[in-house]
């Protein structure tokens, strides 16, 4: 189930369908990221430089340099720190496209099923809000391991493979049954949503690819939502 999920969601990716979300979502994520780059380094030198000055009173006026060294270092540290930073900004995008991506996908490997209901604006953006904290959240716990040898790795697998599995899940489950029996379907079948969770972990991991996060794991948690439902006894799935 959950291997047939990925591979559809990754045939999807690159076909006609998918072009115009595919490049609305890969220009706001670049976009995204390079103004949080640019506002940290800025905000870091702007920081930083008179920390130094008033630590050191009688540094000499030549060695303003310093600063445009420690700018240097400081864009290097944040653009290794926007990994880290992938997560939350594919929550944003995700709220805004995977209503988008959900119709192409359902249009296409369901043609003879009902059709999804897009969320509520409002009620969207709560989600997208939520879903931003719990995985800034969830990525500082991971970040706190960082110093014990092999927890890191496996953190960051495990944090954001629960964490982006239940809500992407749970924003598929949406479009065709109420909050509370999504989150509901979504503990039922805990383990397989989060070993889906993990496949779009994984997925994030991949440098360059991991710009296309959120069209992969809303398609996939679409397909997934499916097989789930077709699961589930008729009176279940709400049409």
Known sequence: MIVESARAAANHLFRPEFRAVLWKSIGLTVLLLIGIWFGLRELFEAL??????QMLPEL??????????????????LALGLALLIAPVTAIVAGLFLDDVAEVVEKEGYPLDPKGRPLPAVRSLILSVKFLGVVILGNIAALLMLLIPGVNIIAFFVVNGYLLGREFFEFAAMRFRPEMEAK????KHATTVFLGGLVIAAFMAIPILNLLT???A????????KAVAQSEPPAAVIR
């Open 214 to 216: 959120p069209l992969f």
């Open 48 to 53: 930083a430089w008179p920390f130094f000055d």
């Open 218 to 225: 809303a398609a996939m948690m679409v397909h997934l939502h």
């Open 184 to 187: 509901a379907l979504r503990s």
């Open 60 to 77: 000499p006026s030549w060695a303003g340099w310093l600063g445009f060294i420690a700018g240097i270092f400081a864009s290097i540290g």
